[in-house]
């Protein structure tokens, strides 16, 4: 599967996602193009590390497909857009603990910077 469609399949998911496995999996592939594409993107990368930390509470989930060629920034801008929405949400639901709320909303601090260091 190529990398475009493998992040537009996943925004699609997270939509629909109740336990957080489309969100691993969306950081999973955004992290694939930091070590893919080089040390000009190490900021969104370090960046997504730190969100990825507070989520470890989620399944983990790994996304297969080709590897990045660069001309995927518009795909990944969507896909990081649809995990910022659904840590949002989680954050914002008051069935969850507020520990597993906080760190949902720091997670999501944590993407929008990684989305300000795009190359």
């Not at 801008?77 to 910022?84: E, N, S, T």
């Not at 597993?100 to 944590?110: F, I, K, M, P, S």
């Amino acid at each position: 599967m190529r990398y475009i469609d493998a992040a537009e399949a996943l925004c699609s998911e997270i939509e629909t996602d109740s336990v957080g496995e489309a969100v691993r999996g969306g950081l999973d592939l955004a992290l694939r193009a930091w070590h893919d594409l080089g040390p000009a993107w190490d900021r969104f990368g370090l960046d997504l590390l730190a969100a990825d930390e507070f989520l470890r509470d989620l399944p983990a989930t790994v996304v297969e497909c080709d590897v990045p060629d660069g001309s995927e920034r518009g795909a990944l801008v969507r896909l990081l857009a649809a995990v910022i929405a659904w840590l949002e949400g989680a954050a914002a639901d008051e069935h969850r603990q507020l520990a597993e709320r906080l760190g949902y909303d720091a997670a999501a601090n944590q993407v929008r910077r990684a989305m300000t260091a795009l190359p």
